[in-house]
């Protein structure tokens, strides 16, 4: 169960927020913390939720995509060519969830990817223009790479949010989400995942300049 | 806005707070995806809240059903989770129970898995509360269905009848921001009153109850018309076009499709939340509102059939929506906008992903199909039987073990249970043409306890002999390490008796008992022999073996006390392609040689050599040295060690240990080689066992 529990807060001055959510990887990677993070933002800030999990046979190293939806939704899948936001962990699962990010009509702001690989290129021609005619932006980041270098492999996820949040579209603010962070990981991880969520956000910053 | 307490909770998390905020007093539950994640929840409510609720993980589900209702009838509130499959197994009290009622509340879960994802079937527990004839409520989410348990508790206490709480894994798996409501304190005392005639009931009787069961009903449907808590309409207008009729997670996916396409003011909804009994007059006055109405409800067509008139309904009886597989938003969303363009309703494009979609899978990428952990026991219990009995015949069951399938060693998953029945079952069929093969079933701890015993005390009695094997990693491990009986531990953590395999084996008739250490893969391989030896003698009879070793995922401490350590050693760089030896250029004191007197003739190296280089000729086995790429499968597949050939010292990328022993921190380069996946590796050492090349070592510490 999330342990976390809330009283609304009241002082929540962000404007309503209608956002759906992708986060893709393998059983193991940490996708399930991710999701508490967000979901922890989301009942401090006061915005509804709701969302979906892989439990039983898929968390046995097979793929494992979480569904997130903040904001007036009824039903906790989202379609295809929906998704505001998209996290992977890994880049053949970031692939194989690609279209789940919303195209736009004028090639300008769809959906935002944030994939943790290493070669930033690893996606073919036909595949990086057809998302940029549609006006699907994607971020490649070795937020595992940052993560080992820091001295927690388990952070990959971590590093990844912290990269994401340096967006200025990113809907969730970066300190926001750092106080989630800062309940939601177990106290032995907590000093070293806000070291390494700051780092992600610095290296986000360098490579994400407005 | 509201000061109540609100948290962000899984589906199942909030269906244990609405059963607890019922003020239910008895609660008992089977782990099966997508249902296991209740009780743990309640116990969890329980400690902080501090409450009296009697709470057990039970044997099997029918055990749990009967705990539960027998309590109902003492006057407590009362209910029972379960999966979808586990009311199949709870069917008999089931039938019996609509007839009889309840006196204190009974409610009976049973989270449905569409798709499937965990489960062997994808039946709608909607028709099983047809069948049985008690209510059943389809919750939208898991909000709606934290709010349908109290009303699901005096709906059972009003009509002395058990009602059924059918969330799908889209309501128990989704997670959503509830607020927690009072927990309700009601005081209830057990007390049982005699009533023979009413619980031990005579045929005679029972047509009086079934008699009874069909008025109740008939009120309860009655009723359900005005409880617009349950059945509303939205967006309620005297003239429609296209109208919705939609029930449990069929409600939220309109919901959010109908606002997404701009129509949530052009299309009303009836939302059903008791597909079963239908309150048909609130169904058949929409209709009436109605040119048309799309009927949306998870997996079959409860509703649909219930509607007399059909002429304007569209669903899944005249194939509109998919018969089979989860309901998808994507699938939704084309069958709405399909019907708006077909009644002039305006609706906008609905963009494809089609192209990117195509450009991905043309990129041929695998899917991950789930696999045994690192270090998991059952691997190295896997590998050593299909080792000793390449031939045999490997009936499995219902668990993390299903996976053995990926090692080639399950032929048969279908039920809680039937490992042991169909070995045994196969065994006669094979024994009546006077064949006795090597047949090998294997079942898990819990399922055992579930219902393996009753197959054994059969097997025995009935003179079956084949070896079962029973993979006791002492915890219910697929389902989220819910305790077994033999840890002793209830389901509040509570010290309870422990139970012991052994003496259950043994008192089910079996003398050959064998307890092993499945790490230790050649002692193993060993003792399989001996027991199919067993099998074979005309004294002997069923031979039972429990391989013994804790899941490494729940027990992960216990393994890093003694780390073994392996690397793999290759052979030197291959100037080109893969790193592997060709006969041509090996010496022939390294090529493959058949002992003919170790050969039991079984044909397992001409069937399993990758190249075709083995043939048989009557009684033997010529090995084409051209053809013959030195990789060394025939040697290691050999289940007689009859094929002779030095081992190189090194890994050949031969892939033996990718295929047989399946490792998922086993891994293939890119360069083809085979390495170590260091962050997976649990260091386990089990791989050192299975490389016949000597590749994989141990790297002194």
Known sequence: ?210 | MSSKEERVVLGNEAIARGIVESGCHFFAAYPGTPSSEILPAIVRFKKENNLDIYVEWSINEKVAFENALVASYTGKRTAVAMKQVGLNVAMDPLMSSAYIGTVGGFVIITCDDPGPFSSQTEQDTRFMAMFAKVPVLDPANPKEAQKMLPIAFELSEKYQIPVILRPVLRVSHAQQTIAFNPIAQIERKASFEHNPQRWSATPRFRFILHKQLNQKIKNIAEAFNSMSLLNFIENDRDRASLGIIASGIGYSFARDILSELGLQGEIPILKIGTPYPLPVEIVESFIGKCDHVLILEETEPVIELQITDKSKLIGRLDGTIPNEGEMLPETITRVISDLCTKFSIPVPEVRSTAPLEKMVADLGLSVRRPTLCSGCAHRASFFAFKRAFPKGIFPSDIGCYTLGMNLESVDTCHDMGAAVTFASGLYQAYHQDGKDIPIVATIGDSTFYHSGAPGLLNAVYNGAKFILVILDNSITAMTGMQPTPESGLTADGHPGNPLSIEELVKGCGVKYLRVVNPYDIKGLIREAEKAYKYTLQKDGGMAVIITRYPCVINQREQLKVNPVKVDIRHTPAPEKGLPQVKSKEMPSSLLPVIQEDKCCQCDTCVIQCPVGAISRTGDDYVIDYNKCTGCRVCAQECPTSAIEMPAVGACIACGYCLRRFECPSLIRGEDGRVKIDRLTCVDCGLCLQVCGQGGIYKVSS
């Open chain 1, 1 to 210: 169960m999330n342990s976390q529990s809330s009283i609304r807060n009241p002082q929540s001055t962000l404007e309503k927020m209608n956002i759906q959510m992708i986060i893709s990887g393998v059983g193991g990677q940490g996708v399930l913390l991710v999701t508490r993070i967000i979901s922890d933002f989301a009942l401090r800030e006061g915005y509804p939720l709701i969302g979906s999990e892989d439990h039983g046979m898929s968390q046995r190293g097979g793929s494992v995509i979480t569904y997130l939806k903040i904001g007036d939704f009824n039903s906790p899948l989202v379609k295809r060519g929906s998704a505001d936001i998209l996290l992977s962990l890994e880049r053949s699962e970031a692939l194989k969830t690609l279209h789940y990010l919303r195209p736009s009509s004028n090639g300008q702001n769809g959906g935002l990817g944030f994939i943790n690989a290493s070669d930033p290129n690893y996606m073919n021609e036909p595949i990086r223009n057809y998302l940029r005619e549609k006006g699907i932006e994607i971020h490649i980041f070795p937020a595992d790479r940052i993560a080992v270098e820091m001295g927690s492999v388990q952070s990959t996820n971590i590093a990844l949010i912290g990269f994401a949040s340096a967006h200025p579209r990113f809907p969730f603010p970066h300190d926001k989400l750092r106080q989630s962070i800062d309940r939601v990981t177990p106290p032995k991880f907590r000093e070293v995942s806000l070291k390494i969520f700051d780092k992600g956000f610095l290296e986000g910053g360098k490579s994400m300049k407005p």
